[in-house]
């Protein structure tokens, strides 16, 4: 939870920045990129273990990756950008609002 919470708060931090036109530092690119792949392993490794109602953040999460990576490697202009910008953010804060849910949720 602390791992994707951190994700979420440097995309905040790097959409800010981008909204002001300024660069964003590489080293938020790593740790957003980083804490990503290590907080859904640790998804997928809970819900290959028996806890199926992750798998909708599995879902979210890929789609998510997929918009993340069409940011990084794309050369989007203004207009692009924003197109896979906002719904790379707001499906990333319904999912993590998701696994909040989920993981103060007991099983039924």
Same mark, same amino acid.
């Given at each position: 939870?602390?791992?994707? @919470?951190?994700?979420?708060?440097?995309?905040?931090?790097? &959409?800010? =920045?981008? /909204?002001?036109?300024?660069?964003?530092?590489?080293?938020? =690119?790593?740790?957003?990129? @980083?804490?990503?792949?290590?907080? &859904?392993?640790?998804?997928?490794?809970?819900?290959?273990?028996?806890?199926?109602?992750?798998?909708?953040?599995?879902?979210?999460?890929?789609?998510?990756?997929?918009?993340?990576?069409?940011? &990084?490697?794309? /050369?989007?202009? /203004?207009?692009?950008? /924003?197109?896979?910008?906002?719904?790379?953010?707001?499906?990333?804060?319904?999912?993590? &609002?998701?696994?909040?849910?989920?993981?103060?949720?007991?099983?039924?």
């Amino acid at each position: 939870v602390i791992l994707i @919470g951190i994700v979420i708060i440097i995309g905040f931090i790097m &959409a800010s =920045k981008r /909204k002001k036109r300024e660069a964003v530092p590489t080293i938020y =690119k790593i740790i957003h990129a @980083g804490f990503t792949l290590v907080g &859904a392993s640790l998804v997928f490794i809970v819900a290959f273990m028996g806890d199926n109602r992750l798998w909708t953040n599995i879902i979210l999460a890929i789609i998510i990756v997929c918009l993340g990576l069409t940011m &990084a490697f794309a /050369k989007l202009n /203004k207009t692009s950008g /924003k197109l896979v910008m906002y719904p790379h953010a707001a499906i990333g804060i319904i999912c993590y &609002a998701i696994f909040l849910y989920l993981t103060f949720t007991p099983d039924a």
